[in-house]
Nanobody, 119 residues
Framework: QLQLVESGGGLVQAGGSLRLSCAAS????????LGWFRQAQGKEREFVAS????????NYADSVKGRFTISRDNAKNTVYLQMNSLKPEDTAVYFC????????????WGQGTQVTVSS
């Protein structure tokens, strides 16, 4: 089993920054990919960014490219999402998730953390 715990959400003004953290524990990370997703009120959950634990290959949604950066700290078993130039439309609950590299499904999810961007 893999446990994921997010932190770092909050209220910020448009143009500001936040950094989300996702602490992972419970199993080997050598063959997993960590991702961030978000779900705004009344909308479907959407992909934000992902990073492979080994190798560090990253992927981003077009809506956040150039503003958000995903990174990992292997020693701390933690993945980060640095969010800059935040916009009101970035307001959502942000979830950390993980998948094994041999499956396309993210099978492990954190509890989510609220990010609110005021205009």
């Amino acid at each position: 089993q893999l446990q994921l715990v997010e932190s770092g959400g909050g209220l910020v003004q448009a143009g500001g920054s936040l950094r989300l953290s996702c602490a992972a524990s419970g199993r080997s990370f050598s063959s997993i990919e960590l991702g961030w997703f978000r779900q705004a009120q009344g909308k479907e959950r959407e992909f934000v960014a992902s990073i492979r634990w080994v190798g560090g290959r990253t992927n981003y949604a077009d809506s956040v490219k150039g503003r958000f950066t995903i990174s990992r700290d292997n020693a701390k078993n933690t993945v980060y999402l640095q969010m800059n130039s935040l916009k009101p439309e970035d307001t959502a609950v942000y979830f950390c998730a993980a998948r094994a590299m041999w499956t396309s499904e993210y099978g492990y999810w954190g509890q989510g953390t609220q990010v609110t961007v005021s205009s």
